[in-house]
T-cell receptor
Framework: AQKVTQAQTEISVVEKEDVTLDCVYETRDTTYYLFWYKQPPSGELVFLIRRNSFDEQNEISGRYSWNFQKSTSSFNFTITASQVVDSAVYFC???????????????FGAGTQVVVTP | SQTIHQWPATLVQPVGSPLSLECTVEGTSNPNLYWYRQAAGRGLQLLFYSVGIGQISSEVPQNLSASRPQDRQFILSSKKLLLSDSGFYLCACNSGNSGANVLTFGAGSRLTVL
């Protein structure tokens, strides 16, 4: 069975500090996808990034970066120089490889609340 | 791009009353549609998904049901609400094409059962 663990319930930082969110996953599948979503106070989930299990290249996009390590089943997310607008709940999620029944069937972690204060 | 409309945004209902949450999608045809529930302090749990009109798959046993009467309409219902049905309900879609398992979410419907 698939499982996603986000051990950090809440992280509070002062603006401009870096924030790293941990995500550990379990799956028996050899091919799978990992995601990060952001949920601001408005409630709507916003897609941030998707990675497939064959692509371990880490990525930087602006102030966001991701560290995918298949050997440790981790997919961590870092916000550099945090801003107040980064305050939100961040979810890590896992899905099986594409297939008619698998698309969109995501296993979510419990989420990490990030609070950035001025 | 896809847009999802959900209503009502907020709902307070007594135990035992019926429920109907509606979701409509714009900007795509023949989408896969999903209902997720977010309980307080928890992640999202998939309740139902649909790959076409009249096709509903249930992921967890529960007090709720779903229907898809039109291609871009997805409805979540209950005949008699329970306290445990309280939560934040999110409708989502993807296009069903290869490489498109990224979900677009609606703004959600917050249900409180008293």
């Amino acid at each position: 069975a698939q499982k996603v663990t986000q051990a950090q319930t809440e992280i509070s930082v002062v603006e401009k500090e870096d924030v790293t969110l941990d995500c550990v996953y379990e799956t028996r599948d050899t091919t799978y996808y990992l995601f990060w979503y952001k949920q601001p106070p408005s409630g709507e989930l916003v897609f941030l990034i998707r990675r497939n299990s064959f692509d371990e290249q880490n990525e930087i996009s602006g102030r966001y970066s991701w560290n995918f390590q298949k050997s440790t089943s981790s997919f961590n997310f870092t916000i550099t120089a945090s801003q107040v607008v980064d305050s939100a709940v961040y979810f890590c999620a896992l899905s099986e490889a594409e297939g008619t029944d698998s698309w969109g069937k995501l296993q979510f972690g419990a989420g990490t609340q990030v609070v950035v204060t001025p | 791009s896809q847009t999802i409309h959900q209503w009502p945004a907020t709902l307070v209902q007594p135990v035992g009353s019926p429920l109907s949450l509606e979701c409509t999608v714009e900007g795509t045809s023949n989408p896969n549609l999903y209902w997720y529930r977010q309980a307080a302090g928890r992640g999202l749990q998939l309740l139902f998904y649909s790959v076409g009109i009249g096709q509903i798959s249930s992921e967890v046993p529960q007090n709720l049901s779903a229907s898809r009467p039109q291609d871009r309409q997805f409805i979540l219902s209950s005949k008699k609400l329970l306290l445990s049905d309280s939560g934040f309900y999110l409708c989502a879609c993807n296009s069903g094409n290869s490489g498109a398992n990224v979900l677009t979410f609606g703004a959600g419907s917050r249900l409180t059962v008293l």
